[in-house]
């Protein structure tokens, strides 16, 4: 039996989710004492399967086929713009049409600038926009070189970037923040631990190994697997896997030897990682 699009992540299905994933390899669900001598096997006649994905926006195959927009209520329109709007049209919405008739008749006379594999739709539509206004006698408006590229997929990638983020700032102040007086001299607390930048929080973090997932070796930040547990917990469910987490820090999963064993982790630059949590703003 197999049954789609199951949310799995909440807490109170885990033992649901493990009594079906043991169902499914074996003959028998689970056992169970009819007495104190006597045991009953129950079978596992017709296991489930289930199937899950993030819930939306975060779901991949939801941001593949969807941009969502979100309106607050102060971008209700007012009573002057819906009348403003209505009156549009029912008077003037046979402009796009004249629009449309130029286009198709623009490009039956030109059709070089489709077959120019050069050429992308934005440069053909300025130019069009362009030469529409210009046989018109008008002036060219200003507003046909504002273009705005909007991506559900990246608006979407960089949510979740942001997240991890501000995770990980918090990990790494509220560390610090807790165990920076531990371990500083007595004659050095005053020191406004406000001051302290957060590159010298993440150096004093790792190297104090105050956060679990978080070690200094090398010169190389070490992002151990326990991450993936901190982000679940913390509600990051758009991270599956340590290498989708190691693709956002445009790193790789590799093992590495700690103490003779072998551990896969993320292994990336203090610099670059350092990037990462701070990036340069330009304004």
Not at 1 to 15: A, T
Not at 116 to 134: A, G, H, M, P, Y
Not at 158 to 177: D, H, K, M, T, W
Request: glycine fraction near 2%; include cysteine.
């Amino acid at each position: 039996m197999l049954i789609n699009e199951v949310q799995l992540n909440d807490d109170k299905q885990k033992q649901l989710v493990e009594m079906l994933k043991h169902a499914v390899p074996n003959q028998t669900a689970r056992g169970r004492l009819m007495s104190s001598s006597v045991a009953e096997h129950i079978s596992a006649l017709s296991p489930c399967i289930l199937t899950s994905n993030d819930a939306p926006p975060q779901d991949p195959a939801f941001q593949r086929r969807i941009i969502p927009v979100f309106y607050s209520k102060d971008d209700t329109p007012s009573q002057e713009e819906r009348e403003q709007f209505n009156t549009l049209l029912q008077t003037e919405l046979d402009t796009l049409g004249i629009l449309g008739d130029f286009t198709a008749m623009y490009i039956l006379e030109n059709q070089d600038i489709i077959l120019d594999n050069k050429r992308n739709w934005i440069e053909i539509s300025k130019l069009i926009l362009t030469e529409f206004f210009k046989s018109a006698g008008k002036e060219v408006p200003d507003w046909i070189q504002y273009f705005v590229e909007e991506s559900g997929v990246q608006d979407a990638a960089l949510e979740q970037e942001q997240s991890v983020r501000g995770f990980i700032i918090g990990a790494i102040n509220e560390a610090f923040s807790r165990n920076y007086r531990t371990f500083i001299p007595r004659d050095d607390v005053y020191d406004e631990i406000s001051d302290k930048t957060i590159e010298y929080r993440l150096d004093f973090c790792c190297k104090k190994e105050l956060i679990p997932f978080l070690r200094i070796r090398s010169g190389c930040v070490l992002i151990f697997h326990d991450i993936m547990h901190e982000l679940k917990h913390h509600r990051i469910n758009s991270i599956i896997h340590l290498t989708q987490l190691a693709r956002m820090f445009q790193s790789e999963v590799k093992p590495v030897k700690i103490n003779n064993e072998s551990h896969r982790l993320i292994s990336i630059p203090f610099a670059k990682f350092l990037e990462f949590i701070s990036p340069a703003i330009s304004l």
